[in-house]
Structures are given as C-alpha cells and as structure tokens.
C-alpha cells in the first residue's frame, strides 16, 4: 500500500508512505528526494493513513505507530500496544470525515478448499472503533451514520453518502484483503462485497463471484474529465 501526506502536483512537501515486502515493512520517500528511507521499528504493516501532520501506521497485531517525517529527523511514537482479538483478521485504519481516527476490524471464515491450490476466503462482518489518541483506547462504536466506508488492499477512506447519493449509508464497501489468498492462492474466488455495520449482514457485489487471477481487486474513483 502506499499512502500520501497531500497532492504531489501541487505540494512540494509531499511525502509517500509506502508498506512492502518482505515482512511489510515501512519506508517513506520525500518529492525531490533520490531514495526510499527504511524505518526499522516494526513489521507486518496492514494500513496506514496520514492525519494532522503525522502518519499512523497500524500493524497484524493492533500495535498503532505514529510518524512526524516533516522535520530533518524522523519523530516516532507508539500510540497503542499490541492488541489482538483472536476473533478477528485484519484491520484497517481510517479518518473519519468529522474528524480523528476510526480502527476497523474484519471476521472472516477460511472454508475448506474447493480445490487442491485454493483457499475461500468469506468476509463475516466488521467492528468499527473511535481511536480516542489522548486516553489511548478503542471506543466501540454502533455505527458511521451517513458515512460509507471502503477497505481492501488499496488505501481505506470513508466517505460522506451527502456527497456520494449512490452510496448506501452505514456500509462497508470491501474487497480481497487476506494476504495467502492473494499471493498463494491466486486462482481463487475473490471476497467482494458490502456489509451493513447496523445487522453485520453481507451482500456480494457480483454474482456469480469474480475469479481473478494474481491481483486482488481495488476501488478506484474515475475520473470523466477528458
């Protein structure tokens, strides 16, 4: 995944976070720089997300680690310890549109091989919490209002359903983000699809299911300006 601080056309202060292989690890590299900078302080980074000058990067275990990359040194800080619900798979960290941060937590059902070299991978719903950064804790919530939210292997975003009427609210919009599927089992069934956060009900997106090979499936916004 990689995420940035602002618009690189018009801001010559932008920065590019990036989260690679091997062990997804981080990096960042600054517009007009000739390198990528490694920052060796964790790994198995699921999501990232630059809010109020800082980039919040989150990891397989819910450790959530906080980067300042404006000034001539790199400032960094642990905002949460490692948290892990055994119950869930993966998670995502987003900004919400009225303000601060959201962590996401997904469930999800790997069934039984439909072949040999496949793995299914079902999305059984999802969690949503406030991150409240001053008392350091998860504050449940029941859910995003007029919101929808977009979470897979590309950046996550949430977004107002006020300015995008063909949005459902209180949804989660999502795509294959299990990582053996995606790199082991390539010719698997892709897990698409949008959940209601209110009754955690799952609807797929297409049907029959799509069958993609290699790449996992990513939103993407079109532009129509010619």
Known sequence: KLVLSSDPSSDDDCIAMLI????????????GGNSWNWLAVDYTFVDCIYHDGW????????VIHAFNLHGPSVVHKTIFPRIQDNNMHQEYIVQAPWGGLLRIYRTVDILAKEQRHNQVVRTLGFRVYRVSLDEQKLVRMTGIGEHALFVGHNASVCLSVKDHPTLMPNHVYFTDDDFET????????RDVGVCNIENNTV???VYPELWIYSLPP????????G
């Open 203 to 205: 609807t797929k997106v």
């Open 20 to 31: 690679h292989q091997p062990y997804d690890q981080l990096s960042f590299a600054k517009v």
């Open 182 to 189: 995606v790199f082991s089992f390539k010719s698997s069934r």
């Open 218 to 225: 990513i939103w993407f916004t079109p532009s129509l300006i």
């Open 55 to 62: 980039f919040y990067a989150v990891t397989s275990m819910g």
